[in-house]
């Protein structure tokens, strides 16, 4: 089982971010990474423990007031820094991801011919490219999200940042569990509660089919049928 933690503040989320993943760990995984937003997207992925993704982190000075994390349990594509997540697209959109989208291969062929180059054998990086796809025509990262799901089949639940609209962050759940936080002056999102509960207890689960935009003030949820 592959893990998600995502938080918007007004402090450091890099810490907020490992504290997760490590109390996701016990899920199994192969490889770890993180993604914030700092003047562009700043990225730390590696293979194995998320103490050795702490460490590269540290060494590089990561800090960010908004990102994404992940723990990957690999399904398309090896055990490689590669293939972990976060993915990003044209610097731009960077993505976190559990399950599986069964239509990659169509996606993949489709975003290729748009001219999208892909660095990793996962079906990941399809999210990615599709949603900055879908992103650079309506310039709004919630619509590009909820235009990217209603795209997708499968089972899964993802997490959202772009580089544009840095006070931002998108999820979806399809089939995977996916949760939000509440805090005071920051939100969180988390595949499993215990990955948020250094930050808060206050919690709402996304129902089937939910997209939510989610700022440091603010959550806004939209249900399969666009409600």
């Known amino acids: ?25 016990y899920r199994g995984y192969d490889s770890a990474g993180v993604a914030v937003i700092n003047g562009g997207i700043k990225r730390v992925r590696a293979v194995g423990r998320v103490a050795d993704m702490r460490g590269k982190a540290a060494a590089e000075g990561l800090q960010g007031l908004i990102g994404i994390g992940h723990t990957r349990w690999a399904t398309h594509g090896g055990v490689t820094e590669t293939n972990a997540h976060p993915h990003i697209s044209h610097d731009t959109i960077a993505v976190v ?13 489709r975003l290729e011919a748009l001219g999208y180059i892909f660095e990793s054998q996962t079906d990941t990086e399809v999210i990615a490219h599709l949603v900055h796809h879908h992103y650079s025509e309506c310039g709004d990262l919630f619509a590009a999200t909820r235009y990217t799901v209603a795209e997708l089949v499968g089972a899964f639940a993802i997490g959202v940042v772009a580089l ?36 808060t207890r206050r919690v709402i689960y996304l129902e089937e089919g939910d997209v939510a935009e989610i700022t440091r003030d603010c959550v806004t949820i939209v249900d399969a049928t666009g409600n």
Not at 4 to 19: K, T, Y
Not at 164 to 182: F, Q, S
Request: hydrophobic share 40%.
């Open 97 to 109: 991801h559990n399950g599986i989208i069964e239509n990659y291969a169509e996606q993949r062929r």
């Open 164 to 199: 544009d609209a840095p006070g931002v962050m998108t999820c979806a759940r399809v089939g995977c569990p996916l949760l939000i936080g509440l805090g005071e002056g920051e939100n969180f999102i988390a595949s499993d509660v215990s990955a948020v509960l250094s930050s």
């Open 1 to 25: 089982m592959c893990g998600i933690v995502g938080a918007v503040s007004q402090r450091n989320v890099v810490p907020i971010l490992i504290e997760g993943l490590s109390r996701l760990e």
